[in-house]
């Protein structure tokens, strides 16, 4: 190994966080340094320069999820020093303003304006709330949540919801199964998550490095789903998945009335 190089806790042993596979089941995939960034894929945006602490990125070979285990044991405190601090916005430019704006409309583009009107609406992880004040200007009964950024929020009461939206988040979160379990308490029977993250089948392989720009430590994205990953871990909530395009997904129990129209799904009775 290079001089000068730091390795991040290497000798860190974890069951996998998906399926629960004990750690002699997990293959370890490349390390990484710390201040790669999904920008590292665009030539426009700036150089950034290695900070020589290298993070491992191992994968479980029964469900395929892929993690960077060192990352898992931060503390909120640490993750706000290290990753989510105030140069963040320099790694995700478009977190701050042209994501939520984006979504919104993407949201409001796919339901009737008089649903928006009806339903309950949470978007989780919604950083500065813009995307539910976006659809809030539109009539929507939208709230935002972040666990991270609303600390002072007791997630109970916040009732139960027919939509929730949970955008570039699941990449982020170094505990899988409370998410999960945090979703599957907010939503209605009947309701649907509808979600966001890029899937790393045909990207993620043992035996190859790791070169996929969604592999970003320095975004933050230390949790890199299979599509059998994110049936497993819905599974573990009683909650179904659905894949659709463009790294779009939902979780649901049971096909809400307008589930067939507007996202797809099967009508109840026809699964």
């Excluded at 379990?181 to 890029?198: C, M, P, Q, R, S």
Aim: hydrophobic share 40%; glycine share 8%.
């Amino acid at each position: 190994m290079p001089a000068g190089l730091k390795l991040c806790e290497e000798n860190i042993l974890l069951n996998c966080p998906i399926c629960e596979a004990e750690a002699n089941l997990l293959q370890h995939i490349d390390w990484i340094d710390f201040n790669r960034s999904c920008l590292d894929n665009d030539k426009n945006h700036m150089e950034w320069t290695p900070s020589g602490e290298l993070i491992e990125y191992v994968q479980c070979s029964r469900c395929l999820f892929t993690f960077a285990p060192a990352c898992y044991q931060w503390s909120p405190e640490q993750f706000a020093q290290k990753v989510y601090n105030e140069d963040y916005v320099k790694y995700d430019p478009d977190y701050v303003e042209a994501r939520p704006r984006f979504v919104a409309g993407k949201i409001m583009n796919s339901f009737d304006p008089e649903f928006g009107r009806t339903l309950r609406h949470l978007d989780y992880g919604g950083g500065n709330g813009l995307m539910s004040a976006c659809l809030r200007e539109q009539g929507w009964n939208s709230r935002s949540y972040d666990p991270f950024v609303n600390r002072d929020v007791e997630m109970d009461t916040l009732g139960e919801f027919d939509l929730i939206t949970v955008t570039e988040v699941f990449e982020h979160v170094p505990d899988p199964l409370q998410l999960v379990v945090d979703l599957a308490t907010l939503i209605k029977d009947d309701g649907v998550v509808i979600f966001t993250t890029l899937l790393a089948d045909n990207d993620v392989k043992v035996g190859q490095p790791l070169n996929w720009w969604y592999a970003a430590p320095r975004n933050g994205h230390i949790s890199l789903y299979s599509a059998l990953s994110l049936v497993v871990l819905g599974a573990r909530v009683g909650l179904k998945y659905h894949w659709m395009p463009a790294g779009w997904h939902l979780y649901y129990r049971n096909v809400p009335e307008w589930g067939p129209e507007v996202l797809g799904l099967e009508a109840a009775g026809s699964e």
